[in-house]
Antibody
Framework: EVQLVESGGGVVRPGGSLRLSCAAS????????MSWVRQAPGKGLEWVSA????????GYADSVKGRFTISRDNAKNSLYLEMNSLRAEDTALYYC??????????????WGQGTLVTVSS | DIQMTQSPSTLSASVGDRVTITCRAS??????LAWYQQKPGKAPKLLIY???TLESGVPSRFSGSGSGTEFTLTISSLQPDDFATYYC?????????FGQGTKVEIK
């Protein structure tokens, strides 16, 4: 059974940093691209970032480019999102998702349950 | 960036109704479109990919069509479990975009 378990969320002050993690199991992790999608409270889905199977190709939404960094450790079956210079508008539930193929763009059949990031003073 | 516009934003319908949700892309995305269903407090669930391919395990009352810039998600006979919010997603460009969502409510 495919499982994606996010962690690392919490409350952080504006301008602060946070690192999210996603532990994957139930599939061959380095066969697939992975991504982060977020959802602000009461709002719709927003793509944040994605990475290909090897980590050599990544993509970012304009809203996070230059502030967030996606990475993965295939030996640990883990996906990460390093978030710096956090803003109030980054407050959201962050989902880890598995892309359908080894590239980083496509559809997502598997989603975690999310980890909540709150940016507030 | 490619913008995705869904309509309507909210839809009131009854059990047994045929429901259609539209998603328009600001430029052609071929058939690189997916549809998701999300219920309150839950992660989104994939329904359709490549505009019209039904994900395994999804009931056949769901169908997708379209290509280029206009796409539709149709529920042929709305069931109680289908009241939820639906999102389209494009993955054509080197950037993903979701539509703003369509909430299907009980009439």
């Amino acid at each position: 059974e495919v499982q994606l378990v996010e962690s690392g969320g919490g409350v952080v002050r504006p301008g602060g940093s946070l690192r999210l993690s996603c532990a994957a199991s139930g599939f061959t992790f380095d066969d697939y691209g992975m991504s982060w999608v977020r959802q602000a409270p009461g709002k719709g889905l927003e793509w944040v970032s994605a990475i290909n199977w090897k980590g050599g190709s990544t993509g970012y939404a304009d809203s996070v480019k230059g502030r967030f960094t996606i990475s993965r450790d295939n030996a640990k079956n883990s996906l990460y999102l390093e978030m710096n210079s956090l803003r109030a508008e980054d407050t959201a539930l962050y989902y880890c998702t598995r892309v359908y193929s080894s590239s980083w763009y496509g559809w997502c059949a598997y989603w975690g349950q999310g980890t909540l990031v709150t940016v507030s003073s | 960036d490619i913008q995705m516009t869904q309509s309507p934003s909210t839809l009131s319908a009854s059990v047994g109704d045929r429901v259609t949700i539209t998603c328009r892309a600001s430029q052609s995305i071929s058939s690189w479109l997916a549809w998701y269903q999300q219920k309150p407090g839950k992660a989104p669930k994939l329904l359709i990919y490549k505009a019209s391919t039904l994900e395994s395990g999804v009931p056949s009352r769901f169908s997708g069509s379209g290509s280029g810039t206009e796409f539709t998600l149709t529920i042929s006979s709305l069931q109680p479990d289908d009241f939820a919010t639906y999102y389209c997603q494009q993955y054509n460009s080197y950037s993903w975009t979701f539509g703003q969502g369509t909430k299907v409510e009980i009439k």
